[in-house]
């Protein structure tokens, strides 16, 4: 079982950043993955990273701004965003997988636990 808690969403003006954490309990050396989800839309994938830390995968949208990390001693994640953008908008969730496959994992349905989501909200 895993739990995962979320946190660090706010509100900032376009140009600004934010860092978001991720907290995890239980089984935690796995892929860790962020999605967010705009009002009206379906949830997207943003970014993932290895166990280790050593490889990481990024949404075309985010490349370039947005940084995925992990500091398995404290068995948190981190998405620092940079540049964001107001169409960067959306309820933050991260995830996780136990189930293995395929590199990267980028689906939702790759995953099996998920947080509650923190809100991120980008001003014009």
């Known amino acids: 079982q895993v739990q995962l808690v979320e946190s660090g969403g706010g509100l900032v003006q376009a140009g600004g950043s934010l860092r978001l954490s991720c907290a995890a309990s239980g089984r935690t050396f796995t892929p860790m993955g962020w999605f967010r989800q705009a009002p009206g839309k379906e949830r997207e994938f943003v970014s993932v990273?290895?166990?280790?830390?050593?490889?990481?995968y990024y949404a075309n949208s985010v490349k370039g701004r947005f940084t995925i990390s992990r500091d398995n001693a404290k068995n948190t994640g981190y998405l620092q965003m940079n540049s964001l953008k107001p169409e960067d908008t959306a309820v933050y969730y991260c995830?996780?997988?136990?189930?293995?496959?395929?590199?990267?994992?980028?689906?939702?349905?790759?995953?099996?636990?998920w947080g509650q989501g923190t809100q991120v909200t980008v001003s014009s």
């Open positions: 995830a996780t997988t136990i189930a293995g496959g395929s590199w990267p994992p980028s689906r939702e349905y790759d995953y099996q636990y």
């Open positions: 990273i290895s166990p280790n830390g050593a490889f990481t």
